[in-house]
């Protein structure tokens, strides 16, 4: 019994070598090397910047936090940054890979975890697919003055009494199948037209703004003046900048966090990308603060155009020219809502992308069916993978709400986003790790000395000084005090969200808040490991750990609605895992037949089902399909 159980945990356990990752992808047939650094930051703006301004801004300005909305996306962009910092190392230390966060968290946590981050990272592109036909359908919808939903109405009546089967939508995510299963390139000469026509409408909408700003709008009285009634004081404030207070920024913060997500997406091109290793941690900080100046610009002119109470919370930028009667504003709504649909097409590209890529990295370790990492060689994509996802998503859309669909959105994102900053912490605390320095150029190293020189801890109470190094002892120690820190830090974070007396939370939050700082502490005494990267989080362990912080903070404010479907989600994904990818997974057939298999990512014939293929390429029958550089 016992013997049973330290083999299943030992195989939950067992983690992918580094080398294998970043192996030569001479010795394969994969994904095509197209992507440059611009065209992963225009895939990261897309797959961000879609409601976030032309919807998410307006809804928080009017309902929680007034002017206040600007530094509502500045913490909040502030929080995903750190985030993406966390994802940016790992674009260096496993630049060739397609799995993103599930790959991150193979190499340095386990084969179990691992599985389950990719398995909701699918969840989070299905909903995050199946959502932007939605809104792209209901904005198509709302031009035609609901022509679409009363003709479904009528032809075909109601789901669950309330939204009707949503065909345009189905249809939205048939047509976006079709252009990512047709190659790489098709799909980036999309996504950058989009994005170019999204960033000159929201430059024009800029311009148009500074021309009938009121600066007074930041210090407005409300309409019944202070004496107000409570239904009016929760609909206006006190007024001023901070209508609704600190309390009302940072509930937006929380709101305003969702619009960021999506930068992910960047790291799941590995395989993609001629220069990964630059081109990523580049990439993901370009685009989320490229994403950071659009949205604060646009909270900083609605607010300033239109009084924080008059906002429209569906179309906030089209009626904000209308409030104010702009000359324009008629030029401005056709403007307006070419650049929405721009947006919301970027996003839902954004959305579809990655999703087979993730199945194909899951599919290629042998976790998920093996058919599903089968490259169609024309078009260098997982066409099988990118079928089925947008089959599945497709369907997602044709029945569930928009409303139901946003529920699930955020679980799954911020849970990979905690397992992304554990896997660095654990990572910068082990004794050996495996880097393709084939990928670093000559001048990196210059180039580290003098940017971590200014970033290395000058504490000195217990800290680690320049001459300490890990060992495998010191090793362990660190996955296990990291391991501790994230549990508590749910548990401090579930103790100050659950519904207690006041005196209760006052009397536990010395003492809770003590043990957080000490757990942190003790991580930062441990020796870190100085090996020098392209790019390196600066300010470990405080870096990773606020990130955690700030992720586990969000989650645990999400509905108990939204945990009980993630929690049917995870528990499909633990049939598939223990009743097929543990038995099938690529690193336990590697173990029964040693011999059979050589060292990397490739498998031999009998489970490969990309392996003849690879044969063909090496005997020039594909030659034409070889990556490109």
Known sequence: MLSDYSSIKDKCTRKKDISQVSGSAGDEISLKKLLTTLDLTSLGVGSCNGTGMYVVAGLIAKELAGPGVVFSFLIAGLASLLSGICYAEFGVRVPKTSGSAYTYSYVTIGECTAFFIGWNLILEYLIGTASGASALSSMLDSLTNRAISKWSLENLGKLHGVSYPDLLAMGICMLMVIIVGAGLKNSMILNNVLNATNIVVWAVIMIGGLFTLNAENWNLVPPNGTDTSPADLKKYGTGGFLPHGWEGVIRGAATAFYAYIGFDIIATTGEECKKPHKSIPKAIVSSLVICLVCYVSTAMILTLVDKYWQIDSEA????????????????????????????????????????????????????????????????????????IAGLFASILALVVSLRDLIEMMSIGTLLAYTLVAVSVLVLRYQPNVTLDRSLADEDDEDYNQVFYRSVDFLFTFGLPVETDKPTEETGKIAYKKVIHFVLYTFMYNVFHVVKLPFWIKAIGFLPSTTVLLYLMLKIAQLPPNRTRLPFMVPFVPLLPMTAILANIFLMCRLSTLTWVRFTIWCIIGAVIYFGYGMKYSNLELRAHQPATYKVGLDLDSDFDPNFQTKQKTKKGGYSEFQNEE
Do not use: N, W
């Open 316 to 387: 906030p930028l089209t009626e904000m020219f209308e409030h104010c009667q702009a000359y324009f504003r008629i030029q401005a709504k056709y403007l307006i809502s070419v650049g929405s649909f721009c947006a919301l097409t970027a996003s839902l590209l954004g959305s579809l992308f990655p999703m087979p890529r993730i199945i194909y990295a899951m599919a290629s370790d042998g976790l998920l069916f093996h058919f599903l990492s089968v490259i169609f060689p024309p078009t260098g994509t997982p066409l099988i993978a990118t079928i």
